[in-house]
């Protein structure tokens, strides 16, 4: 991992499961250029390190993250071609996650607002506070959703109320998220990591080149022919039959024991 101890971010890892916590409590984790360079910077790491399986996001104090610092924004002069890259800066996050080849959870332990909804939508799975809040207000200050949000959150929680979400700018809590497929549980605050930590450390134990894999493959599926798909997925099995993972799959299951894959 970098050396370097990141202004924005706690990066803790425990074992296999690498937790990196949003540090701005202060600003309610509000996004600077800072924060998005930093998390970027964690990311790639985490991919590079074969000894990380599983990410773990959430946030420092009482949010997740509020979206955009918008005292930062009213204070700063910022050029045309500066706000174009700073909002490239906010995809480049989005897309770095949903295509990481590790599996990325949110916890998300408070507000979720704006940015901080797009980069949960991005991961893998989104844990929930039961109290926590998650929303799209973009249309209530007059700009736009980013991140592939638009196209990904009617995926999870279909059409129509992907509009009603989008649209109308309408936060939601933990409970009724997990109930509409946005959020895959909600938990009380104090329980909230521990249960997203459990959910990574079972991700963590599975066959990494097997997670990957699939990963790609689960998030081009709507855009996928069948024909492509059935073929990508033949290459895939094919690719894992290839590794030492599948051989200990294999040996694993005869001695009926737990496997323990090495991602090679």
């Known amino acids: 991992m970098n050396s370097a101890t990141p202004e924005t971010l706690i990066i803790d890892r425990q074992g296999a499961v690498l937790e990196i916590r949003f540090n701005r409590p202060h600003r309610l984790n509000a996004v600077i250029e800072t924060l998005y360079a930093e998390l970027l910077s964690a990311l790639a790491d985490a991919?590079?390190?074969?000894?990380?399986?599983?990410?773990?996001?959430?946030?420092?104090?009482?949010?997740?993250?509020?979206g955009a610092d918008m005292k930062e924004h009213g204070g700063a002069r910022r050029t045309l071609f500066q706000r174009r890259?700073?909002?490239?800066?906010?995809?480049?996050?989005?897309?770095?996650?949903?295509?990481?080849?590790?599996?990325?959870?949110?916890?998300?332990?408070?507000?979720?607002?704006?940015?901080g909804a797009e980069m949960a939508v991005s991961c893998d799975f989104i844990v929930m506070a039961e109290e926590a809040q998650i929303g799209f207000p973009e249309t209530s200050i007059g700009t736009c959703v980013g991140g592939g949000v638009s196209k990904l959150l009617p995926q999870l929680v279909g059409l129509n109320m992907g509009?009603?979400?989008?649209?109308?700018g309408r936060r939601i809590d933990g409970r009724e998220a997990a109930r509409?497929?946005?959020?895959?549980?909600?938990?009380?605050?104090?329980?909230?990591?521990?249960?997203?930590?459990?959910?990574?450390?079972?991700?963590?134990?599975?066959?990494?080149?097997?997670?990957?894999?699939?990963?790609?493959?689960?998030?081009?599926?709507?855009?996928?022919?069948?024909?492509?798909?059935?073929?990508?997925?033949?290459?895939?099995?094919?690719?894992?039959?290839?590794?030492?993972?599948?051989?200990?799959?294999v040996d694993a299951f005869a001695e009926k024991r737990a496997p323990e894959f090495k991602g090679k």
């Open 85 to 115: 890259q700073y909002l490239q800066l906010g995809n480049d996050v989005c897309e770095a996650i949903l295509r990481h080849p590790k599996p990325v959870i949110a916890a998300v332990n408070g507000y979720a607002l704006g940015a």
């Open 180 to 249: 509409i497929g946005l959020a895959t549980s909600s938990h009380t605050g104090e329980t909230l990591l521990a249960e997203a930590r459990r959910l990574a450390e079972t991700l963590a134990r599975q066959a990494p080149v097997s997670i990957a894999m699939l990963k790609r493959l689960v998030n081009q599926g709507s855009d996928t022919g069948l024909e492509s798909q059935l073929q990508q997925e033949l290459d895939a099995v094919f690719t894992c039959s290839t590794t030492d993972d599948w051989q200990e799959g």
């Open 47 to 66: 991919e590079a390190d074969p000894g990380v399986r599983c990410v773990i996001l959430t946030g420092e104090g009482r949010a997740f993250c509020v």
């Open 163 to 168: 509009r009603q979400l989008l649209y109308t």
